[in-house]
């Protein structure tokens, strides 16, 4: 059985190379690639990131990767976004002013509050968090409610529609969407592939599902 082509997107934003060895580890065999013809020829295409929204999606529409990002997502090809890449999929986000996002999804992108319930929050959260899962999907399995991930943001995503929340996430007595499931797509605020071997059971997942 041949193993499934994964492509990985460069958008010169973020270190690809955990991300690569997390697919190689549960049986892919990813590439990370700047060719939108490569994106549209993979089996499955994940979307990683960290840095800012505005250049990064600047530097998506520049490879013209916006399109292909698109394309396979209408077509049904299993697609994975982690944390920027999990924001660029909505709407818009308020980062260093106003930027349109690849609107996949309604839903803005929104900075922290600076304050909630009398506590001062750290932003950007950095380290640990629980995720508390919302509905059931393939790709959690395995993981039980509550397993802690590993974050690094200030910004959230605030999703249009709430019947593509997957789980949750309290930061300091601030609740957010964490991640999203909806058909072919996957998405999270957390970095599976710095999360143990917790993190490894979703590309696990995800990979077998291909």
Not at 18 to 33: F, K, L, N, Q, R
Not at 82 to 100: P, V
Not at 165 to 194: D, M, R, W
Not at 197 to 209: L, M, T
Request: charged fraction near 20%; aromatic fraction near 10%.
């Amino acid at each position: 059985m041949s193993k499934p082509k994964i492509a990985i997107i460069d958008y010169k934003m973020c270190n690809l190379f955990s991300v690569e060895h997390a697919c190689m580890y549960v049986g892919g065999d990813p590439i990370i690639t700047t060719s939108a013809d490569e994106v549209r020829a993979a089996d499955a295409v994940i979307l990683p990131g960290v840095g800012a929204f505005h250049d990064a999606i600047s530097n998506i529409r520049e490879q013209g990767m916006d399109k292909a990002i698109i394309d396979v997502i209408a077509k049904g090809v299993p697609f994975m976004g982690i944390c920027l890449g999990y924001q660029l999929l909505f709407s818009s986000s308020e980062e260093f002013g106003d930027s349109e996002g690849l609107g996949i999804f309604k839903g803005a992108v929104r900075k922290f509050p600076r304050e909630i319930n009398d506590t001062i929050l750290k932003i950007p959260q950095m380290g640990w968090n629980s995720i508390s899962i919302n509905k059931d999907s393939p790709v959690l399995m395995g993981i039980d409610d509550a397993t802690y991930m590993y974050f690094v943001h200030s910004f959230y995503v605030l999703p249009g529609n709430d019947d593509i929340i997957l789980t949750k996430t309290n930061y300091s007595g601030f609740e957010y969407c964490s991640s999203i499931s909806n058909a072919n797509v996957f998405a999270c605020q957390f970095h599976p592939e710095k999360s143990g071997e917790e993190g490894i059971k979703i590309y696990r997942n995800w990979v077998s599902s291909i």
